[in-house]
């Protein structure tokens, strides 16, 4: 074995300008694959912690019915044991009570519908960024006040203004209809147009005295201290949450889970034509290195070494050619990517409005994942071997005096 990688690395060299062309064109395709795959990943990341970190959480532990049929019917009372886990889990950074409710919120003769979303504010602030997107006015800090935080489109639909008293009205969980006098101590604008005109944010506490609920919630909300253990953390929470439901992001925002995957898909795609070029490139490499030593191989046959030893060094040549080429290529791509990781790309002008708009961080990020090297690393050395099946198949139908006089 090592006379045949040194046969074959002494190969390599005999023509540097095409070893070279063949490694830069692979380490190129690497290097693009990397970049390409760490910007589409460290973006999704941005983008998926950003929009659950202002309202969903990564995960939120549920009825069983409640994601089907949202009512109060559906809520529970979390026992000690769910809690306990939620507080030891080290992936778990925060968690936090929630309350949804619809009702109709009144001001004179303006009435509109309302979702109500009762709220621990000290847990909340940990949990999602909800109560940092206050427009105008302040926050409330006690889980049983009377004070509340409105969509600023739905203030302006009602006609108040910040200080001004309100009455909201929503069914209760035993059928009654329940309501209460409220201050309006603030305004919230998140971009997510639904919420802004008819979001409204109230003590968790005052809400289940409001609704009869006692100590019953509608989902726990969990923020992770990473976004790739979200399976993991998911899988372990599901024996401690009994009957109830755990769902993630993907459940709960199925929109920006098929945004995010039709984009993947897109990704690879344009990868996949790219080492589509590389693979026509390595054969083509290869090919012609096989049969412009015809006359070599002939001879070698003929003194009798075996075809099979002249395969082993063909693709010996190329698992070098492509080994050389995948650490040049992962060098180049690690680096670009941490430059990007440091260095993220801000937009700007009406583009950076747009995204703030709709909710989202104005810049692309990139991301350092070991997997992302290896998952590229294999796939383009798996076709690397097999672009070099062909021009084995041909050495290995060689002749010996065909190869003696070919030219």
């Not at 000290?122 to 960024?129: Q, R, S």
């Not at 609920?213 to 009994?242: C, F, Q």
């Not at 692309?364 to 672009?387: G, K, Y």
Request: net charge neutral; glycine share 6%; charged share 15%.
């Amino acid at each position: 074995m090592n006379l045949i990688l040194k046969l074959a690395w002494r190969n390599i060299w005999r023509n540097k300008r095409r070893s070279a062309l063949t490694m830069a064109a692979i380490s190129f395709a690497v290097m693009a694959a990397v970049s390409m795959r760490g910007l589409q990943i460290g973006t999704y990341e941005l983008n998926i912690d950003n929009s659950v970190s202002i309202y969903s959480g990564y995960i939120q532990i549920q009825h069983p019915d409640y994601y089907a049929s949202p009512s109060l019917r559906h809520s529970f009372n979390p026992d000690k044991k769910l809690i306990s886990y939620i507080n030891t889990n080290p992936h778990i950074i925060a968690f936090s009570r929630r309350i949804n409710a619809d009702g109709l919120i009144s001001s004179g003769e303006n009435t509109f519908g309302a979702m109500l979303t009762g709220i621990q504010p000290d847990a909340e602030l940990k949990v999602t960024t909800m109560l940092d997107k206050v427009n105008d006015g302040e926050i409330f800090i006690r889980p049983d006040t009377y004070d509340i935080l409105v969509g600023y489109k739905l203030l302006q639909n009602l006609k108040v203004r910040i200080g001004d008293e309100i009455i909201i009205l929503a069914q209760g969980l035993d059928g009654s209809m329940g309501n209460d006098r409220f201050r309006i101590t603030g305004t919230i604008k998140t971009g997510a147009e639904e919420f802004d005109a008819y979001g409204v944010l109230v003590g968790i506490e005052t809400l289940q005295e409001m609704l009869y609920m006692h100590n019953r919630v509608t989902a726990l909300t969990i923020r992770l201290d990473d976004v790739n253990n979200l399976n993991i953390v998911s899988d372990e929470l599901k024996p401690a949450a009994g009957l109830n439901s755990v769902l993630t992001w993907g459940n709960l925002m199925p929109e920006l889970r098929d945004a995010i995957a039709l984009d993947n898909i897109s990704g690879i795609l344009f990868l996949l034509i790219l080492f589509l070029i590389v693979a026509f490139g390595i054969i083509n490499t290869i090919l012609m290195s096989v049969i412009e030593r015809f006359n070599e191989f002939g001879v070698n046959l003929a003194i009798g070494m075996p075809h099979y030893k002249l395969v082993l060094v063909v693709f010996a040549e190329t698992i070098l050619i492509t080994i050389t080429a995948l650490a040049i290529g992962n060098i180049l791509g690690f680096a670009i990517n941490y430059y990007i990781v440091l260095n993220p790309i801000q937009f700007s002008g009406d583009i950076a409005n747009l995204y703030l708009e709709y909710g989202f961080l104005p810049e692309m990020r990139s991301s350092l994942q070991i997997s992302m090297f290896i998952q590229t690393s294999v796939i383009t050395l798996i076709i690397s071997l097999l672009s070099a099946i062909y021009p084995c198949v041909k050495l290995y139908k060689l002749e010996p005096l065909k190869g003696i006089r070919y030219t």
